[in-house]
C-alpha cells in the first residue's frame, strides 16, 4: 500500500479525508504561542487578531525530528509514503522532510516547488496514481514529470499582508492601495514573482485575472481545477467558477477549497487563483 501525505499548504483540508490523504501541519507562531495548521490555528484566526492588533503571525517548517516521527507512524504497516513539501525555494520543509525519509525505507519526499493547491494538483494526481496500483517510486516519478506543468497563480486583494511580511515595498503597497491595483501573483521556478497588474474593483480583476490565465495556459488538465481563495468574498467565488465551466467546458470537477493559516499569513484576506494542470 502507497499512502499520499502532504504538508498543510498544499490547503486540502476540506478533501484530505475524501482521497485519503494525511497533512503534515506547519507551526504558525501568533502572539508568541505556537499553533499548527489546520488543528489549532486557521485563515480566518490570522485575520481576526490582525484587526486587533495589526501584527501577522510567523510560520515555520517542522523540524527532521518531527518528520522522523511522522514517517515512522505511516510506515508501522509497512507502507510506503509519497509525501510531498511546499517548495524548497520557500520554506526548509522539503530539506527536513528529505532527511527524515532517509531513515525509512519506501519514503520519497517530493519538492512541489509550488504552494497551496499547486501543490494539491500534485498530491490528488499521486493518489489517482495510488488507486492504479502504482508504487511509490512509479507515483514519485510520473508526478515529479508533472511539475513544471503546474499552473499556480493568484491575485491578492490587499496589499498589507505582503508588504508587511517582507515581499513588497511601502511605497509599492501605498500606491497599489491608492490605484486599487491588484497584483497577479505566479509562482515560477519555485518562486512568487509578480505577473499581470489589474486596476479597478476585485470582482472586475478576478474575472480579467480569469480571462488572461486560461488564455495564456489554453491547454488545462480537465481532470479538475482548482479555485482556491482566503476567504473571498463568495459572489465573486461563484463567478470565477462560472467562469472557468465557460472558458474550460470540458472540465471534470472544480474544487472550490479555503486556504490555510500558513498561506493565508502572507497573502491576507480576500485572495483568490484558479490553478491546474497545463498539459501543454
Not at 486599487?180 to 474575472?207: A, L, N, R, S, T
Not at 474550460?248 to 474544487?255: D, M
Amino acid at each position: 500500500m502507497v499512502k499520499i501525505s502532504s504538508d498543510s499548504t498544499a490547503d486540502l483540508q476540506q478533501v484530505a479525508e475524501q482521497y485519503g490523504i494525511t497533512v503534515m501541519p506547519l507551526a504558525v507562531i501568533l502572539d508568541g504561542e505556537q499553533h499548527f495548521d489546520g488543528e489549532d490555528i486557521n485563515a480566518m484566526m490570522i485575520f481576526d487578531n490582525y484587526e486587533r492588533t495589526k501584527k501577522l503571525p510567523k510560520t515555520a517548517a517542522r523540524g527532521i525530528g518531527d518528520y522522523e516521527k511522522y514517517f515512522s507512524e505511516l510506515t508501522a504497516d509497512g507502507s510506503e509514503v509519497v509525501h510531498f513539501a511546499v517548495s524548497g525555494e520557500m520554506s526548509t520543509s522539503y530539506n527536513s522532510a528529505l532527511a527524515a525519509a532517509k531513515s525509512f525505507k519506501g519514503v520519497y519526499v517530493i519538492d512541489s516547488r509550488s504552494l497551496s493547491t499547486g501543490i494539491g494538483l500534485l498530491v490528488l494526481k499521486a493518489c489517482d496514481y495510488a488507486k492504479e496500483g502504482q508504487s511509490g517510486l512509479e507515483i514519485f516519478d510520473n508526478v515529479t514529470a508533472l511539475i513544471p506543468y503546474v499552473q499556480a497563480s493568484f491575485v491578492v486583494d490587499t496589499m498589507e499582508f505582503l508588504h508587511k511580511g517582507g515581499r513588497c515595498s511601502g511605497v509599492k503597497a501605498f500606491i497599489a492601495t491608492a490605484l486599487k491595483i491588484h497584483p497577479q501573483i505566479i509562482v515560477k521556478d519555485g518562486k512568487m514573482v509578480v505577473g499581470q497588474k489589474f486596476k479597478g474593483k476585485m470582482e472586475v480583476c478576478i474575472e480579467k485575472y480569469v480571462a488572461a490565465i486560461l488564455k495564456e495556459f489554453d491547454t488545462p488538465d480537465t481532470t479538475r481545477i482548482f479555485v482556491t481563495h482566503t476567504h473571498a468574498d463568495e459572489a465573486v467565488v461563484a463567478k470565477v467558477k462560472e467562469l472557468v465551466k465557460e472558458y474550460v467546458p470540458s472540465v471534470k470537477e472544480i474544487i472550490e477549497t479555503t486556504a490555510g493559516a500558513t498561506i493565508a499569513s502572507h497573502c491576507g484576506k480576500g485572495t483568490l487563483g484558479v490553478l491546474y494542470i497545463n498539459k501543454a
